[in-house]
């Protein structure tokens, strides 16, 4: 069974200073995902990592993955009250369907 | 940009009823999905389909049906609607990619 993890799982941040959050998986798979989600909101695709070493940058926010390790880096660059939410990893399964498997999530959480 | 809509943004519902939550994408993609989202569980797949009258089940499809007669619409159906099936409701809609856009979510309360 394909498992997703990541953490922390809640990462109280300060204003200003570098965060990683990590996103572990079972098996192998090179397709991973991130999104965001607000408080009472949907969730809003961030980035798409289709390959081992694909690297993708937003903002403040950059994404890595490394299929080898079986792992997915968010780091986040001198955070903002703005980048408070929900991030998901999610990985492609390539079952038949092509269900992603999500992580349970890591809520952050940005004070000054 | 896709779009992704949901029939309801919140809905409330007796407990027996029969609850139907649709689900309209825009982007002529394959494959649709169901998810319920509870507060520590995380996403929880229902059912996904990858072709018009296709279906699968997925993770805890027990008490809901789906139905997808045309390509762009995925309905989620309650047969008989429980207090236990309180929650938000995602739908989804995936790119070649397997990327997954998702609808604004259906907060539905079972009474």
């Known amino acids: 069974e394909l498992k997703v993890e990541q953490n922390p799982l809640f990462l109280s941040m300060q204003e200003e200073k570098n965060y990683t959050i990590y996103c572990n998986y079972s098996?192998?798979?090179?397709?991973l995902y991130w999104y965001r989600q607000d408080p009472g909101k949907s969730l809003e695709s961030l980035f798409v990592l289709l390959s081992n070493g694909a690297v993708k940058q937003e903002g403040r926010l950059m994404a890595s993955l490394d299929t080898k390790a079986r792992l997915s880096t968010l780091h986040i660059t001198a955070a903002v009250h703005d980048l408070s939410a929900t991030y998901f990893c999610a990985v492609d399964t390539y079952q038949a369907g092509t269900a992603l498997i999500f992580g349970k999530g890591t809520t952050l959480s940005v004070s000054s | 940009d896709v779009k992704v809509t949901q029939s309801s943004r919140y809905l409330v519902k007796r407990t027996g009823e029969k609850v139907f939550l649709e689900c309209v994408q825009d982007?002529?993609?394959?494959?649709m999905f169901w998810y319920r989202q509870d507060p520590g569980l995380g996403l929880r797949l229902i059912y996904f389909?990858?072709?018009?009258?296709?279906?699968e089940k997925g993770d805890i499809p027990e008490g809901y049906s789906v139905s997808r007669e045309k390509k762009e619409r995925f309905s989620l159906i309650l047969e008989s609607a429980s207090t236990n099936q309180t929650s938000m409701y995602l739908c989804?809609?995936?790119?070649?990619?397997?990327?997954?856009?998702f609808g604004p979510g259906t907060r539905l309360t079972v009474l």
């Open positions: 982007m002529d993609h394959e494959n």
């Open positions: 389909s990858y072709d018009v009258k296709m279906k």
């Open positions: 098996t192998t798979s090179d397709r």
């Open positions: 989804a809609s995936s790119s070649v990619y397997n990327e997954q856009f």
